[in-house]
């Protein structure tokens, strides 16, 4: 089942601009986790958040948790043209035996 | 640590062939996890193992998928008969706990002729 649901589906913009890209999920999580994929590659894990938190930072990369909205959302800051990539929020639960829930991704292209 | 391993990296095969798809996760991970990415359906998942006993079969498309975990370094997904439909990317992935981060390999990419 689709838990996550990543908006836009593709975004474009300029060298330099930011980039934020949203998802919303369903059921309650232990955490939210975002995954970056370069065309042809397998998918790099970015940054985890977990449910008690609010805000947390990585580089360029800025993710926000809302859980009353249930809801997150990546910024990446002063994009660039490596970061032309699909991006994927996935949700965990601490239940045992379960896995991650993978969203449809959002396809991000940055021009220079 | 080398990371996932995947092989082969492509194959291609013609329609009712076998095909074997093998995978090696990051050693001391328990969990594995076997999906399939196309662009009309996505990233799915299919299968995925804890200390390599299934515990989720319900993404496995047919009976033609069967995947295997005979050791906790070793994974087969095998598809018999092959059949156009199944031409994807195949990626393995494996973590330490299955809420927690994966790991993911290059990915095998299949094309059924």
């Known amino acids: 089942s689709q838990q996550g649901e990543e908006d836009p589906q593709a975004l474009s913009i300029q060298e330099g601009e930011n980039a934020t890209m949203n998802c919303s999920y369903k059921?309650?999580?232990?955490?939210l986790q975002w995954y970056r994929q370069n065309s042809g590659r397998g998918l790099v894990h970015l940054i985890l958040i977990r449910s008690n938190e609010r805000e947390k930072h990585s580089g360029r990369l800025r993710v926000t948790l809302d859980t009353s909205k249930k809801s997150s959302s990546l910024l990446i800051t002063a994009s660039r043209a490596a970061d032309t990539a699909s991006y994927f929020c996935a949700t965990g639960t601490n239940q045992a035996g379960t896995a991650l829930i993978f969203g449809k991704g959002t396809t991000l292209s940055v021009s220079s | 640590d080398a990371g996932v391993i995947q092989s082969p990296r492509h194959e291609v095969t013609e329609m009712g062939q076998e095909v074997t798809l093998r995978c090696k996760p990051i050693?001391?991970?328990?969990?594995l996890f076997w999906y399939r990415q196309t662009m009309m359906r996505g990233l799915e998942l299919l299968i995925y193992?804890?200390?390599?006993?299934?515990?989720?079969d319900s993404g496995m498309p047919e009976d033609r998928f069967s995947a295997k975990m005979p050791n906790a370094s070793f994974s087969t997904l095998k598809i018999q008969p092959s059949e156009p439909r199944d031409s994807a990317v195949y990626f393995c992935?494996?973590?330490?706990?299955?809420?927690?981060?994966?790991?993911f390999g290059p990915g095998t990419r299949l094309l059924v002729l």
């Open positions: 050693s001391g991970h328990d969990y």
């Open positions: 193992f804890n200390n390599n006993v299934p515990i989720d």
């Open positions: 059921t309650s999580i232990n955490n």
């Open positions: 992935a494996s973590s330490l706990t299955g809420g927690e981060t994966q790991y």
